[in-house]
């Protein structure tokens, strides 16, 4: 397939790779010089605009780091008037259903498909061919885009109708602030009962509490080290499945405290 690619970055460089791995055909539009340079060293062709990256794209995928900015690129900079009809857009980036649901009311009339598909995992996860892909959208634009996602993406879960990847995503990352905050407590308890966090953290791993965040944080050697690490990618999700689920009229419940504690290292709470 041909493929264009905004974003190829920190995520996006390894999704690039996979793709030219599998045989596609690949654009890549970036925001620095040496993003664009380190895209084309993989055999990528760069692009010096959205209509020269989309012009003969069967799909493009957009894999920047804001909801701000994935408006910006496809409804400001018109990524969608670039496109033709019968291709897809697949959009990587977490953010607000809202989002998707605005491009997709403007690609409908062009003929063009839309998917939320963001991920959970990392650049090694990505790597590896191993990511999880949280996918919203239709059969058709989901069968279309299989090509692409399948590259670097296993599994690729379609969980439904397109916004509800970004739905399935938020609650995620919510889930996992949340177990990020209980393991920061526990290791707190550790603390008052006078069991040292290293030990604490090398042997919770092998018991009944045992979780991804918590294997996650004993790799790192300590919950404050983690949550230093990962809180501006955690809290920028949270804060948008916060006021995503406020515009629906809920909130994050029981979940919302343990979260809190989740996002702030514990020596600055």
Known sequence: MNIGFVGAGRM??????RLLDAGHDVTVLGR??????AAEELGATPADNLTELARDADAVVVCVFTDDQVRQVCL????????HPGSVLVLHTTGSPSTAEAIAGSAGT???GVLDAPVSG??????AGTVTLFVGGDDDAVQLANPVLSSYGDPVLHVGPLGFGQRVKLINNAL??????TVAEAVRLGDRLGVDESTLLSALPHGSGASFALSSIARVGSAAGFIGAVGEFIGKDVAVVRATVADLGSDLGLLDDVVNAGLTPAEIR
């Open 12 to 17: 996006g460089a390894p999704m690039v790779r």
């Open 176 to 181: 996992f602030a949340a177990q990020i905050g």
């Open 76 to 83: 400001t900079d018109d990524l969608l008037g670039a496109m």
């Open 110 to 112: 062009r003929g063009i």
């Open 32 to 37: 620095t010089p040496e993003k664009l340079a």
């Open 122 to 127: 990392g650049p090694h996860d990505i790597a």
